[in-house]
């Protein structure tokens, strides 16, 4: 498919066979549409109440199927594998690499988009051969909830959003008041890679997700992802490491017991070294309070029989 998108972007003629070979799969939009910005600042005109939506990455699967519009989904991406059901809807590539052809076989009325993986040329080509796509950005906890709302919006279902946002914001609001009564901050190292070995700076997710959780991140600075050599991270001295990769698998208890050999490192000093399921970290869905959750339980364990 990159090869033949390659193709595309360098000979316009061929986009134009390919439209119209398209053309009869489109769907008839309805005349009503509201015209929306979505949070690339790209105006969008979206159908009122559509009918069949395509998501573009599996954070935005899990958000429609959050929201009880499953129904809706015609497509979804590889490795949309939550809830259970969504293993079993159609496949349109990965959220890097969309297969274009496959999307306008399932004459999408709406596609919702990820500006942090959803490649632009993508979003580009879509618009042009006549389908709305919606794109968000969620860079925070906060843009996470603003996500849901808009998406929630787009598809007439507002009033499911804001009891799910409240939801995320009560559980919330539980941890920073346990955290508040508590300052003491145990120094985190959170490994996102195995080789080479890489983390979360500040101004992601994940290094929010370690400070609401009661934790410093030992990785905070003006790097997103920097990388560490195993030297760089025992220097640091970290009382806690929680370990999530893409890589399944006795990979992850490898790295565990490889940082458990070091009898001078705090965390293995005190067996705090951590597997944990990367999904609910990498992607921004709903399913970040429960990563939050975890890791408040593996941060501060003292307090976690005080959740309710």
Known sequence: MESFWRLVGWRPSFLVVVMTMFMGLMPSFPVEARVYTDQSERRVSVPDNPQRLVALAPSITEIIFALGQEARLQGVTQFSDYPAAARSLPKIGSYIHLDLERIMALRPDLCI??????????VDRLTELGIPVYVVDPRNLAGLMQSIRE?????????QAQRLVADMQRRLDQIKAL?????DRPKVFLQIGISPIVSAGSNTFLDELISRAGGQNLAAGAEAYPRFSKEQVLALQPEIIIITSMTRGGAFEQIKAEWSQWPHLPAAQNQRIFVVDSDIFDRPSPRMIKALEVLFGLIHPELRSQLP
């Open 113 to 122: 988009g990820i500006k942090d993986g959803n490649p632009k040329y993508a």
């Open 151 to 159: 998406i929630g919006e787009l598809l007439g279902a507002s009033d």
């Open 179 to 183: 955290v508040t009564k508590h300052p």
